[in-house]
Antibody
Framework: DVQLLESGGGLVQPGGSLRLSCAASGLTFSDHGMAWVRQAPGKGLEWVST????????HYADSVEGRFTISRDNSKNTLYLQMNRLRVDDTALYYC????????????WGHGTLVTVSS | DFVMTQTPLSSPVTLGQPASISCRSS???????????LNWLQQRPGQPPRLLIY???NRVSGVPDRFSGSGAGTDFTLKISRVEVEDVGVYYCMQSTHFPRTFGQGTKVEIK
């Protein structure tokens, strides 16, 4: 079975940094583009960023461009999200998901890691 | 950006009755590879999203056949032929043809 396990969330002050990780198993990791999607409390889903399977291409939402950096280590089957200059409105549950796959997109999702930005 | 607009935002349904959710995109969603990456996701209370339908009408393995997707161009529909208790939750359309990926606002399906 495919598993995506996020970690690294927590409470951070505005202006601070956090690094999220997503450990993948049960799939050929390098065959999948990977994404971060977030959900603010009581709100809908918001795409944050995507990285291609070979890590050569990255894309960001305007709301995080220049502050967040997505990366991956295919030797460790792990996806990362470095979040800098965090703002209160970055508070959300951050999900890791497969993006572009062999036949479909967004097949698999983790359970999320909670990021709270507050003073 | 490709704005995805869902209607209705709330759908109270009697058990065993059908439900229908519409999703309209601000622009066509045809990829350069010829596919239209319009997906439907289900989010049950307290759970992560789950892919139900991909490329407009393809049901993911294990998804009950009471769920069906249709549409073309900029207008798409998710139908549940007979709503069951386990279908309660929020349903999102999303497009993964273009960047940025975008989601509809979500439609809450609940039992009357």
């Amino acid at each position: 079975d495919v598993q995506l396990l996020e970690s690294g969330g927590g409470l951070v002050q505005p202006g601070g940094s956090l690094r999220l990780s997503c450990a993948a198993s049960g799939l050929t990791f390098s065959d999948h583009g990977m994404a971060w999607v977030r959900q603010a409390p009581g709100k809908g889903l918001e795409w944050v960023s995507t990285i291609s399977g070979n890590a050569k291409n990255t894309h960001y939402a305007d709301s995080v461009e220049g502050r967040f950096t997505i990366s991956r280590d295919n030797s460790k089957n792990t996806l990362y999200l470095q979040m800098n200059r965090l703002r209160v409105d970055d508070t959300a549950l951050y999900y890791c998901a497969t993006d572009v796959g062999v036949t479909s997109h967004f097949d698999y999702w983790g359970h999320g890691t909670l990021v709270t930005v507050s003073s | 950006d490709f704005v995805m607009t869902q209607t209705p935002l709330s759908s109270p349904v009697t058990l065993g009755q059908p439900a229908s959710i519409s999703c309209r995109s601000s622009q066509r969603l045809v990829h350069s590879d010829g596919n239209t990456y319009l997906n439907w996701l289900q989010q049950r209370p307290g759970q992560p999203p789950r892919l139900l339908i991909y490329k407009i009408s393809n049901r993911v393995s294990g998804v009950p056949d009471r769920f069906s997707g249709s549409g073309a161009g900029t207008d798409f529909t998710l139908k549940i032929s007979r709503v069951e208790v386990e279908d309660v939750g929020v349903y999102y359309c999303m497009q993964s043809t273009h960047f940025p990926r975008t989601f509809g606002q979500g439609t809450k399906v609940e039992i009357k």
